[in-house]
């Protein structure tokens, strides 16, 4: 563990790289304007203050890469009405059980007697399908690339096994299209990207390629240790300094080009691209979420429950400001409900629920702004 800290939360070098950024930072074309894609840095950003030891013409901007946040009241209410249901048991991981919905979480749901389930791993659906078999149990799937393996590793399973009591809703978004459309707004102001790496273990960084071609930026990979995020920022600055954009993997340890090619193989066997998926924030993004191959569709719940699914989608809370935070926007403390009517303990938006959303970021390490 000491061996652990020493490299990569080491007090000196970190220091030593923020006096580099700062001795830097002058000869900066334009101030730096760096979206950090997953929430994962940004928890890093704000639990080690990193953002004070910057220089001011560097300035992070959240972005849209926590898959709770991203989920839209309309995806939840569906889980709801199916959860209601009484030959059902509804699983998830557990960060998507306090999201609200417009009839409650599914928190909600379970106190009011439907059988509702967090699990800290898919494969976990296979004992309750066994133990279960005169109910229907429904997995309410999320995650960027990272996560969609696991959901095609479960499936691949249910066929194995013959189980016929599974169901699958299929929330699992790809990283790329809402970068794109968020880069290509008039008005947008983002002159860099921090990349996810987790999903970049699983897709290869290759998956950023398109966005350097169309979008002339720095983008780097970065991991998610205090020292990995200043080495990453530093590269960006170079970048910026010198005029040439390009893409680099600074989480080389376990990021390269091309990915985890069975994982992608899994993937391809089993989903394809959605044609349409609704972005909390974002709205309607064409190809930017996976669905279940037409092969598969004996396992889809939204096909198994559609006599139970709403049909209008209700916006989101008025009062809250989650969208404009996923868009990079807005901050968390530009909420006027931020750590009021909205907390952990009773969130509003989806940003204040998930371990990897922003809202809750600057209401943990507030103090360190």
Known sequence: MMDYIQTYRDRDSILALAHTLRSLASKLPAPLKIMEVCGGHTHTLMKYGLSKLLPPNIEFIHGPGCPVCIMPRGRIDEAYHIAMRPDVILLTLGDMIKVPGSNGSLQNARAQGADVRFVYSPIEVLKVAKDNPSKKIVFFAIGFETTTPMTAALIEQCLTL????????????????????????????????????????????????????????????????????????????????????????????????????????????????????????????????????????????????????????????????????????????????????????????????????????????????
């Open 162 to 369: 013959n189980l016929t009591n599974v169901y699958f809703h299929i929330n699992h978004v790809l990283v790329p299209p809402p970068l794109e459309l968020i880069l290509a707004q008039s008005d947008c102001s983002i002159n860099a990207l921090i990349a996810p790496s987790h999903v970049s273990v699983i897709s290869g960084a290759k998956i950023y390629a398109p966005l350097l071609e169309r979008f002339k930026l720095p983008i780097v990979v970065s991991g998610f240790e205090p020292l990995d995020m200043m080495q990453s920022i530093l590269s960006i600055l170079k970048q910026a300094i010198s005029r040439t954009p390009r893409l680099e993997i600074q989480y080389a340890r376990v990021v390269d080009m091309q990915g985890n090619l069975k994982a992608q193989a899994m993937v391809e066997r089993y989903f394809c691209p959605r044609e349409h998926f609704e972005w909390r924030g974002l709205g309607d993004i064409p190809e930017s979420a996976l669905r279940l191959r037409d092969e598969f569709a004996r396992y889809d719940a939204e096909i198994e429950f559609a006599p139970y699914l709403p049909k209008e989608r209700k916006a989101d809370h008025k009062a809250c400001l989650c969208g404009e935070i996923l868009k990079g926007n807005a901050k968390p403390m530009d909420c006027k409900v931020f750590g009021k009517a909205c907390t952990p303990n009773n969130p509003i938006g989806s940003c204040m629920v998930s371990s990897e959303g922003a809202c809750a970021a600057y209401y943990k390490y507030g103090a360190l702004l």
